[in-house]
């Protein structure tokens, strides 16, 4: 939705840093989006850093009470075969990214020959566990993006500040083809899959995206979005007030013409539309333009974005102001991701009618950047991995989680500061984790179904979801939102299947933090990416998977707050990605060069972080390489050399991003 864009210097800085230095850095100043959101920790009150490492805590909602209090021991009766209700069919890829195009070069990678190898290792583990993960490049910026021959310094993407023209100061964007190169690169290590927009904010058609996109992406390139929310077009001032559905609708004809005379796209059948934000249009005002029946066989997606709420006030002084602390409440209970889909239900269904699939093509906790201390919580964490299972199971074919820059709060993943690269890492958000539990909950077969159990009689903190191959149970996912660190709102489900052999034993993952409130501490299994600036992109910990012994039925205990993911059948864990194999690591140093690391395609393809063994992979600078074979993926960031803090220089060309 609305993102502020930021500025860095302009010119490039050479930095010589001795990494022994004792350097704290705790986010840079000076960025335009300071939170305002209440705050209860005293190092928050007057903090001035990035979005992103912003230390505020909220306190957690107070356990609730009467009879909004759960029963703490319920059944949960599942049945093979012949269970009504179920979603359509659904991919381990569900859940995937929506990357603003302003921050490729600081996300993916600097070029096609400089890939990001924490972003390699974090898609890595969602493709192991649902077999392939959705990307979308774009948002604002993609309306007013120009394919460029080459830029200055070979840089990828370039903002011409000098030229904004829009009242969110969104810049026009200059790229070369050489990002879509580095997605292509990108593919080919990890089964990355992707969306593009073609530009809209004139109907003078640029397509060179649609053309180069195809020929560099081919089969990774899932869709191209016609129009990014226009239905806040006329409010941006991107098209005079009376502008409609209809006048959408006739763009998008005239679209469809400018690609048909086009001989460079060879597949036609591939725009995503209308890609509202359900602000000023509902999707019916598009339909019942006649939309889907004009355009046919030109839409490979229908897809909407949305967002439960905004923070824009805080950042533009526009709009209604919302307390974090307040509206907290509101996204740990399961009645907020069903109030999140309800505007859709009749779009889904509506959807299968045509034939079409539906996608919600960017979405996160908050618009305009998120809230500190919310959007960056592991209620947030649960709040997502709720509302994405409740998208599953009604209809929707995939949700994008929105990914900015350093002046948001809600990002699943944050590289460093760019003047930070060298002693830092990334820092992985709660919401990165939803995505993990989403894949391995779906699992890779293409094949699960999705049912809301409406658990404990519909209690809304103790929400549940059984996900079916074949219309058998195979796995169970069970939600806790309170948040009770005496234990005991820990609350156990009974889980047994009838019309067919009871299992004799089932296996649990946990995804689990000390409160909703919590940051950091925040593990999957067992395994963490850690704190702020810690990671490269890998899990770290053994996996810890639970063996629960069954009698008539499987007892499941959940704590409060948690998650925990039942796997009924062996099949159903080892196909999510566990087999249990000593698996293991993507990045090897690459000793030659300081500050490159190479990666070794094969094992990045089956990385799972440090699951089932206790193999640490070494990222630092001089220690040893595994003579795995080299796939030249320059990586000049952080990896390198934080474990390298005892060793004496290294000298740090930085650029510009
Ligand atoms: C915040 O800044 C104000 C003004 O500089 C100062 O008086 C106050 O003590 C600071 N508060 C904290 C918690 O550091
Ligand atoms: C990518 O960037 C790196 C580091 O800035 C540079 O050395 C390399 O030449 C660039 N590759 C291309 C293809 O521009
Ligand atoms: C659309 O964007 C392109 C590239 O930034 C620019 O050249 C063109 O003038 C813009 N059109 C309008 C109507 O602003
Ligand atoms: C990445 O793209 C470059 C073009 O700049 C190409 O030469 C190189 O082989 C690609 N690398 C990989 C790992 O595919
Ligand atoms: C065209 O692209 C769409 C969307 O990715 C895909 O479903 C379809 O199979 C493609 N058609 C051909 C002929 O490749
Ligand atoms: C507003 O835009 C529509 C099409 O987008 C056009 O038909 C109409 O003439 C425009 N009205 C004005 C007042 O410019
Ligand atoms: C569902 O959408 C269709 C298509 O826009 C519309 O005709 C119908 O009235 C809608 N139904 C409801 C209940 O909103
Ligand atoms: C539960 O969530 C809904 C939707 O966000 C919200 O309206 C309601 O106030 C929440 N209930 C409680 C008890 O917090
Ligand atoms: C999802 O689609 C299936 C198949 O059409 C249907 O039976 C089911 O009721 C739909 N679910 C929801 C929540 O709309
Ligand atoms: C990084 O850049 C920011 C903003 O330009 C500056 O305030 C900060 O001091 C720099 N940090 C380091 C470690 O150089
Ligand atoms: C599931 O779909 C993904 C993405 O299209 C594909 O890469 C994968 O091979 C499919 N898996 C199966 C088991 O068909
Ligand atoms: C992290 O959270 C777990 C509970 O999820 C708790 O047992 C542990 O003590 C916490 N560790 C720290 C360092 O706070």
Redesign the pocket.
């Known amino acids: 939705m609305i993102e502020s864009t930021f500025l860095l210097p302009l010119l490039p800085i050479i930095f010589l840093l001795p990494v022994y230095a004792q350097v704290t850095v705790y986010g840079i100043t000076g960025q335009q989006f300071i939170g305002q959101t209440a705050t209860n920790t005293a190092a928050a009150a007057n903090y001035t850093g990035s979005a992103a490492y912003d230390p505020t805590v909220l306190t957690a909602p107070s356990i609730p009470i009467g009879d909004q209090y759960p029963s703490l021991q319920f059944d949960i009766q599942l049945q093979n075969g012949g269970t009504n209700g179920l979603s359509i069919t659904q991919q381990g890829s569900f859940l995937g990214f929506s990357v603003e195009m302003s921050v490729v070069n600081q996300v993916l990678g600097r070029n096609s020959t400089y890939l990001q190898v924490p972003f390699l290792n974090l898609m890595a583990n969602v493709v192991q566990r649902g077999g392939a993960v959705n990307v979308r490049v774009g948002g604002n910026t993609q309306d007013l993006a120009v394919l460029v021959d080459s830029l200055p310094d070979g840089k990828i993407i370039q903002k011409d500040t000098s030229a904004s023209t829009n009242p969110t100061d969104t810049p026009p964007l200059q790229f070369t083809n050489d990002l879509i190169i580095m997605m292509r690169n990108i593919s080919d290590l990890t089964n990355v899959r992707w969306y593009l927009g073609i530009p809209f904010n004139d109907t003078n058609w640029r397509l060179a995206i649609a053309e180069q996109g195809q020929q560099i992406l081919g089969d990774y390139?899932?869709?191209l979005q016609a129009a990014n929310e226009p239905d806040l077009y006329a409010d941006h001032g991107h098209r005079n007030l009376s502008y409609s559905p209809s006048d959408y609708l006739s763009e998008m004809q005239s679209l469809v013409s400018a690609m048909s005379s086009d001989s460079n796209i060879r597949?036609q059948?591939?725009l995503i539309a209308p890609n509202i934000a359900t602000g000023d249009w509902t999707p019916e005002n598009v339909w019942d333009t006649g939309f889907v029946d004009v355009l046919d066989t030109s839409l490979?997606y229908l897809a909407v974005e949305h967002y439960p709420t905004d923070n824009c006030f805080a950042q533009f002084g526009i709009g209604t102001p919302h307390d974090a602390q307040t509206i907290f409440p509101t996204f740990l209970n399961h009645t907020s991701g069903q109030s999140f889909v309800q505007p859709y239900l009749n779009s889904t269904a509506y959807a299968q009618t045509k034939g079409k699939r539906f996608l919600m093509m960017e979405t996160n906790t908050a618009s305009c950047g998120g809230f500190a201390g919310l959007s960056d919580s592991f209620g947030a964490a649960l709040w997502t991995l709720d509302t994405a299972m409740q998208m599953a199971y009604s209809n929707f074919s995939g949700a994008l989680l929105h990914v900015g820059g350093q002046n948001v709060y809600y990002n699943p993943f944050t590289p460093p500061p760019t003047n930070q690269s060298t002693f830092h890492q990334w820092t992985i958000g709660p919401v990165f984790y939803s995505t993990l539990a989403m894949a391995e909950t779906i699992g890779p077969s293409n094949n699960s179904q999705i049912l809301d159990l409406g658990a404990n009689n519909g209690n809304i903190y103790t929400p549940a979801y059984a996900v079916y191959e074949n219309n058998d149970p195979v796995r169970v996912a069970l939600y806790n939102y309170i948040t009770d660190s005496s234990g005991g709102s820990d609350y156990t489900a009974s889980i047994s299947v009838s019309g067919g052999q009871m299992p004799s034993q089932v296996r649990v993952k946990y995804l689990v933090a000390p409160s909703v409130s919590e940051k950091h501490n925040i593990t999957w299994a067992g395994q963490t990416f850690g704190a702020q600036f810690a990671s490269d992109g890998r899990l770290t910990g053994f996996e810890d998977i639970q063996t629960i012994t069954c009698t008539s039925s499987c007892s499941i205990t959940v704590p409060a707050p948690g998650f925990a993911l039942v796997f009924l059948t062996d099949n159903a864990l080892s196909e999510s990605g566990a087999t249990g194999a000593t698996t293991t690591f993507p990045t090897t140093a690459y000793t030659k060069s300081i500050n490159t690391v190479t990666v070794d395609a094969s094992v990045l393809a089956t990385s799972n972080g440090n699951r089932g063994g206790g193999n640490m992979g070494s990222t630092s600078k001089g220690s040893a390489t595994n003579g795995g074979m080299k796939v030249g993926v320059e990586y000049g960031s952080s990896v390198g050399v934080v474990v390298g803090m005892a060793l004496a220089l290294v000298i740090c060309l930085l650029e510009e991003w």
């Open positions: 390139l899932l869709g597949n059948s591939v490979a």
